[in-house]
């Protein structure tokens, strides 16, 4: 099964040519899963252009180390991507010529059952991407009715955190929250009939779970500024979003990077010397038509990339 990691890559045209591809460059792909992303930027890589590819999930891993096994210019790490510094200067890569993220999660996490990731299928209620550590059926369980409700109101933007979070410590005094229907059925059965029908009623619950057990917008907002560092100058950093909260993060980041003096306007010379260090779209590219017909996981998928100065 693990060697069968399916994953349709979102914008993928739009985040190579984003890329902006030196056939000589190094290039690191922080999200790998299926090897999609990696597979285009090696198309127009030469002999002696260069790959590194990080994933967390060990299916992931199994999957592209054996897609790529013949390729002498892939190396591949099973690490978060919070560790790139740390990886690129092990390998003495002192800078990178364009890196790319695709964040959230896989077609292959969501489609394999057993994963604990999707409200629609019954199955353990896990959520690892990296298959180790604390799982969401430990945080249902253990977290306090206020650390649900942080999680729950913060991470899915759900108007109705607190009767979930209720809903979650009542129904685990009965019994142990085990399996992704059961969670389902009680988040569903605490948001008021109306609202149940604008999209799945567990959907923000179960992001926000997932969100905390993998320490997805901590990771991504400590690593930006890691990742910015170890571009060369004319690098490009092209990251892919799925919901506003991890856009909010990347178009802030960025914003900061292209921002110059911060002086107040009536001061007549700049004190501060900032200066940009970045060109930035200013706004996120969404897929194409043609690419939400053929994969409604790309609806709310939006682009952004700095060139670094």
């Known amino acids: 099964m693990a060697m069968d990691f399916k994953h349709i890559s979102v914008l993928l045209e739009e985040s190579v040519q984003a890329l902006n591809i030196k056939p000589d460059g190094i290039y690191v792909d922080c999200t790998a899963g299926g090897g999609g992303h990696s597979a285009a930027v090696l198309e127009k890589l030469n002999e002696n252009g260069r790959m590194i590819l990080f994933d967390r999930d060990p299916d992931a891993i199994k999957t592209v ?42 077609s292959h996490q969501l489609d394999t059952a057993e994963r604990g990731f999707s409200f629609h299928k019954d199955a353990p209620l896990d959520m690892r991407m990296s298959q180790q550590g604390t799982s969401a059926e430990d ?80 990771v991504l907002e400590n690593t930006l500024p890691d990742m910015f560092e170890m571009l060369n100058a004319g690098g490009v950093m092209a990251i892919i979003t ?14 900061t990077l292209k921002e110059g003096c911060t002086c107040p306007k009536d001061f007549p010379v700049c004190v501060c010397g900032k200066t940009p260090k970045a060109t930035v779209k200013s706004s996120g590219v969404t897929a194409s038509g043609k690419e939400l017909d053929d994969n409604n996981r790309s609806r709310s998928a939006k682009l952004r990339t700095a060139i670094k100065l």
Do not use: C, M, W
């Open 139 to 218: 945080i249902v369980n253990t977290y306090s009715q206020k650390e649900l409700f942080n999680v729950i109101s913060k991470y899915g933007e759900e108007k109705f955190a607190s009767s979930v979070a209720n809903a979650i410590v009542r129904a685990r005094e009965k019994e142990r929250i085990t399996t992704t229907i059961q969670l389902s059925d009680i988040v569903s059965s605490a948001i008021p009939a109306k609202f149940r029908r604008n999209g799945h009623p567990a959907r923000k619950t179960f992001q926000a779970i997932r969100i905390e057990v993998n320490a997805e917008l901590t």
């Open 242 to 255: 799925f919901h506003s909260l991890e856009d909010r993060i990347v178009k802030d980041y960025f914003k």
């Open 65 to 106: 180390t054996e897609r790529f096994k013949d390729d002498n210019r892939v190396t591949v790490v099973h690490s978060n991507f919070s560790e790139i510094k740390k990886v690129l200067t092990d390998f003495a890569i002192t800078g990178v010529d364009g890196i790319i993220a695709d964040l959230g999660v896989s």
